[in-house]
């Protein structure tokens, strides 16, 4: 790794010698070994917040460290931030009722940012007033990381919140409010408390995940050493580049199967069931009814797709649009956020029956976490993630109900969800788990 600790003394070296007077962002190539790992590299690193982000083409991998800003309302940060500059962060699911134990958003300008785009690492520092306060976080910066020791699959003691009967009881209060036309659907979450015989790292989940779980987005969001939020994603919530909005309605869901022949039958079953196909619809609707008066123009897909992921296969449609002149990213940030897919439609009169009915705080489950700038930015959805303290991982999954929705089967698309993350770390037998015995 001395290429890297070169590259990291010239930056030192421009910022000390007057080079970079009128920049705020100064840029260096790394010519880093095919075989460097970004997270085993972030996890040997003292600097905090810490921020990783892989985009969900894989193209993009980036690590943010330490912070120059930081903003809780993202649109401050656009009088601040220079051209390339990047704000990461995200926003709680329901950021107006955060309880007092969770952040409801959280965003900053890092010091420093290590970038893969395609195969070309680049390191990057920002630059304040105080240079001397990049030069030392800079400083920081250790060349050299062990390899991560693997997930070891333990013991552990789980607990469902809400558990089976209570999970009946507020489904069967959804469905009568949808049968009484309170709301159309509403997105009820289930959390899975795990509790391991030894902790873990959220780098080390982060890492096992990015193996395993392809085709997603993966992030971690670490304010300190023992506060971490992790996740692998399928759902974009949006992309800007330029004046042009890409975001998408991913709702609908069916387990995989054993073998390709039971595979291709739930896909099928799928692509053609009733109920999955409305929900997916609905959300289309309530994404085209938010982004109307920030666009010019909005081209949905046709028909819907088929995802399919390590354990559940989901129904994708593509949504693209022009944003109307004078639309900064971010805006659309709290245009989308919460969508129907993860909130519900009519948008507050199912976050009103959330915040009565379930019986925790989502936090930044199924919040959004991403990266803006004045020309791009990307945010996903934080769904399929969990938050971490020493050895308790919460992991979070929600299913959508709408008329004909069924307790039994929702259920077990909560354990499907459940066991993206839950089968990297525990011997608990989730998509075993029968409502009868929660």
Not at 33 to 57: G, H, M, N, V
Not at 260 to 279: I, S
């Amino acid at each position: 790794m001395s290429e890297l600790h070169l590259v990291i003394e010239r930056l030192i070296q421009r910022i000390r010698h007057g080079q970079v007077s009128s920049e705020q962002r100064i840029s260096e190539v790394v010519p880093l070994p095919s075989d460097f790992s970004a997270i085993d590299w972030l996890a040997e690193q003292t600097l905090y917040p810490r921020f990783y982000w892989q985009s969900r083409d894989e193209r993009e991998e980036v690590i943010a460290l330490a912070q120059i800003h930081t903003f809780t309302d993202p649109l401050a940060a656009y009088t601040v931030i220079g051209e390339h500059q990047r704000v990461w962060g995200g926003k709680a699911f329901d950021s107006e009722h955060a309880k007092t134990t969770h952040q409801s958003s959280y965003f900053f300008l890092p010091k420093i940012e290590l970038i893969r785009q395609d195969g070309q690492w680049t390191l990057n520092a920002n630059l304040s007033v105080d240079r001397e306060r990049t030069i030392q976080a800079l400083q920081q910066l250790k060349a050299q990381y062990p390899i991560i020791e693997p997930l070891v699959i333990q013991p552990s003691n789980v607990h469902f919140s809400p558990q089976f009967d209570e999970w009946q009881h507020i489904l069967t209060k959804a469905l009568n409010a949808i049968e009484a036309g309170e709301f159309e659907k509403v997105v009820l979450a289930r959390k899975t408390l795990v509790e391991l015989a030894k902790p873990i790292r959220a780098t080390q989940l982060l890492k096992s995940s990015r193996e395993k779980n392809r085709h997603s987005f993966h992030f971690l969001l670490s304010l300190a050493e023992n506060q971490s939020f992790v996740g692998s994603t399928p759902e974009r919530l949006y992309r800007r580049l330029g004046e042009m909005i890409e975001t998408e309605a991913l709702a609908g869901t069916i387990g995989r199967g054993n073998d390709p022949v039971e595979d291709k039958k739930l896909a099928d079953w799928l692509l053609n069931d009733d109920k999955n196909r409305r929900e997916n619809q609905i959300v289309v609707d309530d994404i085209i009814e938010r982004l109307a008066p920030y666009t010019e123009n909005i081209d949905v897909q046709e028909q819907a797709q088929l995802i399919q992921l390590r354990k559940v296969q989901h129904l994708k449609r593509h949504i693209a649009g022009q944003l109307s002149p004078g639309i900064r990213g971010v805006q659309l940030l709290g245009a989308l956020q919460p969508t129907a897919a993860i909130a519900g439609l009519p948008r507050q009169d199912a976050l009103n029956f959330i915040r009565m009915n379930e019986p925790f705080t989502r936090g930044w489950y199924s919040g959004s976490v991403g990266y803006f700038g004045h020309n791009k930015a990307e945010f996903c959805v934080s769904i399929r993630s969990a938050s971490l303290v020493d050895n308790t991982v919460k992991l979070y999954a929600g299913a959508g109900i709408v008329a004909g929705s069924e307790a039994e089967f929702e259920w077990q698309e909560l354990n499907r969800k459940t066991a993206t993350l839950l089968n990297l770390i525990s011997d608990y037998p989730i998509e075993n788990e029968r409502g009868e015995q929660a």
